[in-house]
């Protein structure tokens, strides 16, 4: 079974500052997707990036980018320019692309990101 | 409009109710999935839908009940619920076939408490 860890339960960073969240991951699989949500105070999971374990090159989305390391199984999301409203809880996510595992999305624990004025 | 919508926003329970929660996507997605998070937890999946039919039941207790009607709707039936039960529920809805990436997208969740 796949599993997934992200080692900081809190961070928090100056605005327009530069933060990494860290995500690493457990499968024997070759091909998968990872996925980066964000669930702000309003409670809905909002998702912020999408990598496709088969792309060499990390996915970027305006001021988040990731860093994908399939050896490593590390997959680390940066927020560049941060702004008050990307104060939230941020999920890492594992989805095989196996057939028999449907659509199942493994979570992470969470990193509740604060962003100081 | 958002495209997941759930009902209620917070319920409180005691233990011998019954209530269900109500989970709508406009998305026209056709899987629908329920999630249970709880403090300091990851995401815990529970229930997957795909075109109406259940193809997962994550071990969940029999308390917990579901129903989708349709592809556009999913219910989660509640009864005889214990304390550690107090959650966040969240309904998913995706895109299931052709690329397995079709992401999730959540509603608000519905925050229950058992008294």
């Known amino acids: 079974a796949q599993t997934v860890t992200q080692s900081q339960p809190e961070m928090s960073v100056q605005e327009a500052e530069t933060v990494t969240l860290s995500c690493t991951y457990d499968?024997?699989?070759?091909?998968?997707?990872l996925f980066w949500y964000k669930q702000p105070p309003s409670r809905q999971m909002i998702l912020v990036i999408r990598q496709e374990a088969y792309k060499q090159q990390n996915a970027t989305e305006n001021r988040f980018s990731v860093n994908f390391q399939k050896a490593a199984k590390s997959f680390s999301l940066k927020i560049s320019d941060s702004q008050l409203g990307d104060a939230a809880m941020y999920f890492c996510a594992y989805r095989s692309r196996a057939r028999t595992s449907g659509s199942r999305l493994t979570f992470g624990e969470g990193t509740q990101l604060t962003v100081n004025p | 409009e958002t495209g997941v919508t759930q009902t209620p926003r917070h319920l409180v329970m005691g233990m011998t109710n019954k209530k269900s929660l109500k989970c709508e996507q406009h998305l026209g997605h056709n899987a629908m999935y329920w999630y249970k998070q709880s403090a300091k937890k990851p995401l815990e999946l529970m229930f997957v839908y795909n075109f109406k039919e259940q193809t997962e039941n994550n071990s969940v207790p029999s308390r917990f009940s579901p129903e989708c009607p349709n592809s556009s709707h999913l219910f989660l039936h509640l009864h005889t619920l214990q304390p550690e039960d107090s959650a966040l529920y969240l309904c998913?809805?995706?895109?299931?076939?052709?690329?397995?990436?079709?992401?999730?997208?959540f509603g608000n969740g519905t925050r229950l408490t058992v008294t």
């Open positions: 998913a809805s995706s895109q299931v076939g052709g690329g397995q990436g079709s992401p999730l997208h």
């Open positions: 499968t024997s699989e070759s091909d998968y997707y």
